[in-house]
């Protein structure tokens, strides 16, 4: 496609559930990486897949978090027992060299209520 | 204390004036550097990158510099427009865990408003 494609774009959800976000990066792009912005502050990096394997997972949070690239294109971020905190917006990024020249999509803004 | 410094938080200029915003790193192997543009309701969207072996970048009204003996960087914009309100980040590549890959970090942005 011609961007980064992340779906919902909102979701609001009750303390205790499990919430999947999906990220279609651009065709070709090889490295995609997942980020987290609170309000007022800068994205803060949370796991990055080259192909189908995470190849660096140390920004994930707790292990209520996981995210998979089963076939090396769509990522599918999966928070478990979501909590108040993980409320946030969640930005997807793609790019063919590894953490350079990203292009971000437009992200999902998660609500826990 | 944080990877990446970003300074100042807010920035308010008049239509036609210069904005400049700085940023400080620590991490000495750090090779990449690219600032990112975010408006209301968007994802970032890069606008300019540099690295470690260019002292200087310019793509018409937007330059970055980089010193990095003293690990910090620079956004220059002149002849700002009300159109390039928006927050402004910038980034450094930094290694998150030993043997892990350089990821860019990012700083806690700046708020730039351009008033016409």
């Known amino acids: 496609g011609a961007g980064v494609s992340q779906t919902p774009s909102n979701k609001v959800t009750e303390k205790g559930k499990y919430v999947e976000l999906r990220c279609d990066p651009i065709s070709g792009h090889t490295a995609l990486y997942w980020y987290r912005q609170s309000l007022g502050q800068g994205p803060e990096f949370l796991i990055y897949f080259q192909g189908t394997g995470a190849a660096d997972d140390s920004g994930l949070p707790n292990d209520r978090f996981f995210a998979v690239r089963p076939e090396g294109s769509v990522s599918t971020l999966k928070i478990q027992r979501t909590e108040r905190g993980d409320s946030a917006v969640y930005l997807c990024?793609?790019?063919?060299?590894?953490?350079?020249?990203?292009?971000f999509g437009s992200g999902t803004r998660l609500t826990v209520v | 204390g944080e990877n990446v410094e970003q300074h100042p938080s807010t920035l308010s200029v008049q239509e036609g004036d210069s904005a400049v915003i700085k940023c400080t790193y620590s991490d000495s192997a750090s090779n990449y550097f690219p600032w990112y543009k975010q408006e209301l309701g968007k994802g970032p969207q890069l606008i300019i990158d540099?690295?470690?072996?260019?002292g200087e970048k310019k793509d018409q009204r937007i330059a970055v510099t980089l010193n990095k003996t003293a690990k910090h960087f620079s956004l220059h914009i002149t002849e700002t427009q009300p159109e390039d309100s928006a927050v402004y980040f910038c980034?450094?590549?930094?290694?998150?865990?030993?043997?892990?890959?350089?990821?860019?970090?990012f700083g806690r942005g700046t708020s730039l408003i351009v008033h016409p």
């Open positions: 980034a450094a590549s930094i290694r998150h865990s030993s043997g892990g890959s350089y990821i860019p970090t």
């Open positions: 990024a793609s790019s063919l060299e590894t953490g350079e020249c990203y292009t």
């Open positions: 540099i690295r470690s072996n260019v």
